[in-house]
């Protein structure tokens, strides 16, 4: 086989691996395979005409990136492309909305911290459990406090010093 032989064989196992890359879990070896083979032929175009080596580079250069753009832009529309990236999930029923009093009847209430608050935590008020944002610092688990009032629909909390001995 001649020297325009291997070179055309060279280009088109670059896009072969290329496109094995788009479709395949090789974690990017395909894309270095494929890059290797673009780099050894257009040396090889180089050392046979220089103008066709440079009109190569360039097309390579063009090219690579290109088609993984494409590809991966575009591999939902491939057989499996749904396997590899799968549509994001849409919303098909409004989700239980916040119950803005249903924190609110603990503003001003005595309950207790069931987990630590490191701000966020839970705490047990009137045999409830409610989540809970600590109002400054951390609170231990366990330690009794008052509920303040609310923050970005969160039912903020002070440890109840007058307690806590």
């Known amino acids: 086989m001649d020297s325009v032989g291997v ?84 919303r098909e029923e409004a989700g239980p909305a916040f119950d803005r009093s249903e924190c609110e009847q603990f503003v001003g209430a005595q309950g207790r911290a069931v987990t630590p608050l490191r701000p966020v935590g839970i705490c047990e008020f009137n045999g409830r459990r409610v989540q809970c944002v600590s109002e400054s610092g951390m609170i231990d688990a366990g330690q009794p406090v008052n509920g303040v009032g609310l923050q970005m629909n969160t039912l903020e909390v002070r440890l109840d010093e007058s307690q806590s001995a």
Do not use: D, W
Request: charged fraction near 5%.
């Open 7 to 90: 070179i055309l064989l060279l280009y088109l196992a670059g896009v072969v691996l290329i496109a094995a890359e788009l479709v395949l879990p090789s974690h990017g070896l395909l894309t270095i395979a494929s890059l290797v083979c673009f780099g050894m032929a257009v040396y090889a175009t180089f050392g046979h005409n220089r103008t066709l080596g440079a009109i190569a580079a360039i097309g390579c250069v063009v090219f690579v990136p290109t088609m993984l753009f494409l590809g991966i832009k575009f591999v939902t529309y491939l057989p499996m492309g749904n396997q590899f990236a799968p549509p994001n999930p849409t």
